[in-house]
């Protein structure tokens, strides 16, 4: 998912696999392997062997345990490091894939991996679970949700957050902020200012009833294309400057992290719908006749498979949608009076 | 590359790898693993137990043992015996991998596992080594070219071969066929009649002066969807005829194999020319310093990584040549009169 989104817009990659699958998760069974810590390295040492490592964006996505992850983290401190001298060179987009609906699915010692790792990064994804792993608080209000950014920034120095898929409705609202209809997903981020506080902005999306998977690293990737090209064009010599950072007199709707997320989100929602046609059309045709003596137990794995494999993200046909996203969506700044007391 | 060309024609892919390494064996060092057999056979059961069989091609490449050969081939065998009740359903590209330029790159042993199930592929695409090979008759005139396919179609039962890359100006010519100039390739192609005997066409490409990794499986690539497309298009129930062999009154340049040869070449020629203007562009830039105390031997190899890389295939942002061909290579029949005496 993740390559082929970045090649489609333009990007040239190279692909480090951290897991082997015959297909995802979402089946509940597969078969393949996972990469070891040591492969992960060693791949990433040959192409520094062959001066192969003049890469300006690196996004890291799931690692299947805390040694890849930390194997992952070197690679991207490594990168940085070789940067140094030209500000804005290498820029790290860590995507902390965790967990999600309140419960952690990868290992326990995954979590202090990744906090090991993420003062090294220029932004980072958590969704709304791994936000509250990663600062420590429970968002269970706009308040909570400010205050997790507000220390995410603070905790870890990383200039850049996105929070995807907030499901506002669900939270109590403070201040003037209006709450979006229950059928809409929001999603928050923010670019720190210079003395560290968040610039904060928010776009809501109509959601869609139907389970994808994948939509992490359709998110991931298209904001590695669609932020680049948002700091080229925002200018002030945005490119070279440390992290992209913009000046702090950039209201937060300008900001490049929020103008890549408008486009990021009319790709996906553009692609999703689609796939839910394609999905209804798939799920309306007949079951294929089944044996008699199929459990009950079985025929309800096969509904699944089926189901599942009719949400496959309908992705090659449609990366029309990945390179023109139509122009639907829109960028809210939350405003100071929306921020709880003490964050004003 | 074989992945990223087909899913930019819209394909859907499941890739298998065989082997993760670190960058091409072009650069002459490399680091990462092969897959072993067990590890390919594992993958294709976790697609099978998840009803995740069905596939319309395959495209088999390279293989680095002559287990994973035979395991390649038995998925090859597999999914054709789950396509038997509806012919045509499923077709098999076979790139015999096996060397290049009169020499294996591949254990002796890949040679016999290659000979026991090309017999089960629709479509083999051997370079003119690969065909000599497995025909068993040195290529050194067009005489000789005709009898090697001649052969590969008679010994393995193969429908349709094309051969890739022969270097025609440098074989000794026949009949009234005309050598292209010198600083021309010719790639020739055939698909049996219902007797069994070949129907040969060529297409001339100029020849660019650079070696390029991965132009194999660019090819193999662009000519899963482009035959597919050309079945699709020729009528007659085609694409429901088993291995899509065309009625004997279709001469051998209106076959959707020649259509399709035409296409897949004009793409590469689109995009190996803009590779080898962006290599000059970055080959004319500066080296950069180097330490003075590098040997001669290192200064070589470094130069070798240099103008590798400044080599490698500009795909991601040339992806309109692979959609959008121009039109711009013709393709021949091979007349009866161009044929050896015995095959006229």
């Given at each position: 998912m993740a390559?082929?989104?970045?090649?489609?817009?333009?990007?040239?990659v190279?692909?480090?696999?951290?897991?082997?699958f015959?297909?995802?998760?979402?089946y509940?069974?597969?078969?393949?392997?996972?990469?070891t810590a040591?492969e992960i390295?060693n791949?990433?040492?040959g192409?520094c062997?062959s001066?192969l490592?003049?890469?300006?964006?690196m996004?890291?996505?799931?690692?299947p345990?805390?040694?890849?992850?930390?194997a992952v983290?070197?690679?991207?401190i490594?990168?940085?490091q070789?940067?140094?001298?030209?500000p804005?060179s290498?820029?790290w987009?860590?995507?902390?894939v965790?967990?999600d609906q309140?419960?952690?699915y990868?290992?326990d010692?995954v979590?202090?991996a990744y906090?090991?790792?993420?003062?090294?990064?220029d932004l980072?994804?958590?969704n709304?679970?791994?936000?509250e792993v990663?600062?420590?608080?429970?968002?269970?209000s706009?308040a909570?949700?400010?205050?997790a950014?507000?220390?995410?920034h603070r905790?870890y120095?990383v200039?850049?957050?996105i929070i995807?898929?907030v499901?506002?409705?669900k939270l109590?609202?403070?201040g003037?902020t209006?709450?979006?209809?229950?059928n809409?997903?929001?999603?928050?981020?923010?670019?720190?200012?210079?003395?560290g506080?968040?610039?904060?902005?928010?776009?809501?999306v109509p959601a869609?009833d139907?389970?994808?998977s994948?939509?992490?690293d359709?998110?991931?990737a298209?904001t590695?294309?669609?932020?680049?090209?948002?700091?080229?064009a925002?200018g002030?010599?945005?490119?070279?400057t440390r992290s992209w950072?913009?000046?702090?007199?950039v209201?937060?709707?300008?900001?490049p992290l929020?103008q890549s997320?408008?486009k990021?989100?009319s790709?996906?929602?553009?692609v999703?719908?689609?796939?839910?046609e394609a999905?209804?059309a798939?799920l309306a045709?007949?079951v294929?006749?089944?044996?008699?003596?199929?459990s009950?137990?079985?025929?309800?794995?096969?509904?699944?498979?089926r189901?599942?494999?009719?949400?496959e993200?309908?992705?090659?046909?449609?990366?029309r949608?990945?390179?023109?996203?139509?122009?639907?969506f829109?960028?809210?700044e939350?405003?100071?009076e929306d921020l709880p007391?003490?964050?004003?």
């Amino acid at each position: 998912m993740a390559t082929f989104v970045m090649q489609s817009l333009g990007c040239e990659v190279a692909a480090l696999n951290t897991v082997n699958f015959s297909n995802h998760t979402g089946y509940r069974q597969f078969k393949g392997t996972r990469a070891t810590a040591q492969e992960i390295s060693n791949l990433y040492q040959g192409l520094c062997q062959s001066n192969l490592t003049d890469f300006d964006v690196m996004l890291s996505g799931y690692a299947p345990s805390a040694a890849v992850v930390e194997a992952v983290g070197a690679i991207g401190i490594d990168l940085q490091q070789k940067a140094e001298k030209k500000p804005g060179s290498f820029f790290w987009v860590l995507d902390p894939v965790m967990g999600d609906q309140g419960r952690l699915y990868v290992n326990d010692d995954v979590v202090p991996a990744y906090k090991k790792i993420i003062h090294h990064a220029d932004l980072i994804l958590p969704n709304q679970f791994e936000a509250e792993v990663l600062s420590g608080i429970k968002i269970t209000s706009l308040a909570t949700l400010a205050e997790a950014i507000t220390a995410i920034h603070r905790i870890y120095s990383v200039p850049h957050v996105i929070i995807t898929s907030v499901q506002l409705f669900k939270l109590s609202t403070s201040g003037s902020t209006p709450s979006p209809p229950e059928n809409f997903l929001t999603v928050i981020g923010s670019t720190t200012k210079s003395d560290g506080s968040p610039r904060l902005f928010r776009v809501d999306v109509p959601a869609l009833d139907c389970f994808f998977s994948g939509t992490g690293d359709m998110f991931a990737a298209l904001t590695v294309a669609r932020l680049r090209e948002a700091v080229d064009a925002a200018g002030d010599n945005l490119r070279n400057t440390r992290s992209w950072v913009s000046p702090d007199n950039v209201p937060s709707s300008q900001l490049p992290l929020a103008q890549s997320t408008i486009k990021v989100l009319s790709s996906m929602h553009s692609v999703l719908e689609r796939t839910m046609e394609a999905r209804d059309a798939e799920l309306a045709k007949d079951v294929p006749a089944q044996n008699g003596d199929v459990s009950a137990e079985e025929k309800q794995k096969r509904e699944h498979l089926r189901r599942t494999k009719a949400a496959e993200v309908r992705l090659v046909r449609n990366t029309r949608f990945l390179r023109d996203p139509p122009a639907q969506f829109q960028v809210q700044e939350w405003c100071k009076e929306d921020l709880p007391a003490q964050l004003q």
